[in-house]
């Protein structure tokens, strides 16, 4: 159902490329675990659960988590990003307001 949801989403231009392929990829990954049963008995033995939902839950808590501090990082980037922007952009305001002015005080030639 995730794959379906991130597939329609890309194709509606909902979600950027880049930010889809960390969905599907944990997708793609709850579905092989989930379907694949000797995957799932391995990971179950790891984790010390003895019953397969519990496995999953574990599972999918996990690369849930690394999905969305993935997307924590890329959000931080982009805040800092923005804050540079707009710093520089106050700067050229200052700059064009300066020069507005020297060149209303100057005189008419």
């Known amino acids: 159902m995730l794959i379906g949801l991130v597939l329609h ?3 509606r231009s909902h979600i950027r490329v880049e930010y889809s392929v960390s969905w599907l990829l944990a997708g793609l990954l709850m579905f092989l675990v989930s379907v694949w049963k000797p995957i799932l008995a391995e990971m ?8 397969e939902r519990t496995t999953i839950f574990f599972i999918a808590f996990g690369v849930f988590t690394t999905v969305f501090y993935r997307f924590s990082i890329i959000i931080s980037k982009l805040k800092d990003s923005n804050i540079a922007l707009t710093q520089k952009l106050a700067i050229l305001e200052f700059q064009l307001r300066t020069l507005d ?3 209303k ?3 008419a030639t």
């Open 101 to 103: 002015e020297k060149q």
């Open 44 to 51: 179950g033995q790891l984790l010390g659960t003895g019953d």
């Open 105 to 107: 005080q100057a005189p």
């Open 9 to 11: 989403s890309l194709r």
